[in-house]
């Protein structure tokens, strides 16, 4: 008996004009053109005891602890697995439109157009879900692993001694890029899983188009050279950035995409499932030329099996007022507008529009942990026989995602942020010190790298 899986993909570009707030520094509101489609693609999967699950790789940015819990019971619904069993995770590609309110409220323009869009996001996750549901066939999983240098620690220190978001190459990073294959009989992958962590912001806040960026190239060259879909799974990118950085070019983001992308397709090419075992033929000895015969391939690992823990992670006391930080966004707002019509130049919009930025994400930090003295962290894992995923609704630095695998029990284990919500960053303990936007956007109190990792561990434990 083997495992069973189908695959299915929605179209979920959005209108040219869409507000898109994907940068703090940029001084446009609204995108300017669609450079290639955005994609929702669902896989389901099923044991041969019957157990079902779902994993959903959406072309956006963020999407929040609502909208992901929307986004699960659709796929649930249509695609007849249960809620906790369902998985939703966004590639966190920065040059896509708003979805949320810290993405983006302060922009005014077409800000109408988002309530809608947002609507045929969930719409095609349905579809895409459903289709998953009735494409099931047979399929065995392989594995495998190679490296790709794109991604770079990205909190460099500035001449002044602030640590910024920049390229910091001496910094901790992991170029690890992991290949999971789900290939049908015919040996053609069914479905391709593509794990890498590294912020998806080659493209910078001159760009006014709508992109997959790397991870949309990822997977268009994959799936020209296997065949079948490609999904992609974020990684503990929270400190990582791309080795180019904040790009104006379109041609950037895809020669990068593609590099990454070929990476990619060659370790899935040596990844299959088949081991092609020899031993020499007994009797059929010759002088010049041995004889042998392959062994065998035993059935590879099809059990399905998905675990979670709601992990509460205390809070920091010093976030500051909800309100006094949304009256803040306000001032900067107004303040951004009239220098915006006023003709001001570009650097003093940009200024006014980080700090409104900035003030927002306070602002919509705060009300969402309102009352709340620790946040209950969603630590979901999924195991596809001999793989394991495991995946947290923040962006965690890399050297946390490192340590959950290299201690993880299963042989390959894809560590995933941005998996069911989005909470802000959780960084090392480490890296708290020097300061920075991360860290001062992260709600968390010292010690939770150590609390999540455990718990990843435990819930790893539970797959087994």
């Known amino acids: 008996m083997t495992m069973r899986a189908g695959v299915g993909r929605a179209d979920i570009t959005p209108p040219v004009g869409i507000p898109a707030g994907g940068w703090g520094n940029q001084a446009h509101e609204v995108s300017e053109a669609n450079d290639l489609e955005l994609w929702v693609t669902v896989l389901v999967v099923s044991a041969p005891d019957g157990a079902r699950a779902a994993i959903a790789d959406i072309d956006l940015c963020i999407l929040d602890d609502g909208q992901s819990a929307r986004a699960r019971s659709v796929i649930a619904a249509a695609a007849d697995v249960p809620f906790d069993r369902v998985a939703v995770g966004t590639t966190h590609n920065h040059s896509v439109p708003v979805t949320l309110e810290l993405g983006g409220a302060w922009i005014r323009k077409n800000r109408e157009l988002v309530a809608p869009y947002l609507e045929t996001v969930f719409d095609a996750i349905g579809r895409a879900a459903a289709e998953a549901a009735a494409a099931m066939r047979p399929v065995r999983v392989g594995t495998g692993r190679g490296t790709s240098p794109l991604a770079v620690n990205r909190r460099m220190t500035t001449p002044d001694g602030r640590a910024a978001v920049g390229l ?3 910094g901790a990073v992991d170029h690890t890029l992991t290949v999971v294959r789900l290939d049908g009989d015919d040996d ?10 590294c912020h998806p912001i080659i493209l910078g806040p001159d760009n006014t188009s709508v992109t997959p960026e790397y991870p949309g ?21 929270g400190d990582v950035g791309p080795s180019e950085l ?11 995409g593609a590099m990454i992308g070929h990476e990619a397709a060659a370790t899935a090419q040596r990844s299959s499932w088949r081991r092609h075992r020899l031993r020499l033929r007994q ?47 306000e001032r900067c707002e107004e303040a951004a507008y009239a220098a915006r019509t006023a003709g001001a130049p570009h650097a003093e919009v940009r200024e006014l529009t980080v700090r409104t930025k900035f003030a927002r994400m306070r602002a919509e930090r705060g009300t969402a942990l309102e009352g709340l003295d620790a946040y209950p962290l969603l630590v979901q894992g999924i195991r596809l026989g001999p793989v394991a995923l495991v995946g947290v609704p923040v962006e965690l630095f890399s050297e946390i995602g490192a340590s959950i695998r290299d201690t993880s029990p ?55």
């Open 246 to 256: 904040f790009v104006p070019e379109l041609s950037s983001y895809r020669r990068l």
């Open 217 to 237: 190239i990822v997977k268009r060259v994959v799936e020209a050279s296997l065949g079948g879909r490609c999904l992609f799974v974020q990684g503990a990118c």
């Open 283 to 329: 009797g059929e000895e010759s002088a010049w030329i041995a004889s042998f015969e392959y062994e065998p391939d035993s059935e590879p690992d099809a059990a399905i099996r998905v675990a979670h823990e709601v992990l509460p992670v205390p809070l920091r006391d010093d976030l500051g007022d909800a309100a006094t930080w949304r009256a803040e966004a």
């Open 188 to 197: 053609v992958p069914v479905a391709t899983i593509v794990h890498y962590a």
């Open 168 to 170: 910091n190459r001496e």
């Open 410 to 464: 299963f042989r390959t284990t894809l560590v995933a942020s941005y998996w069911n919500g989005y909470r802000n960053y959780l960084p090392t303990d480490a890296e708290r010190p020097r300061g920075g936007y991360e860290i001062d956007i992260s709600p968390f109190r010292p010690g939770a790298d150590a609390l999540v990792t455990a718990a990843a561990g435990r819930v790893l434990e539970a797959l087994r």
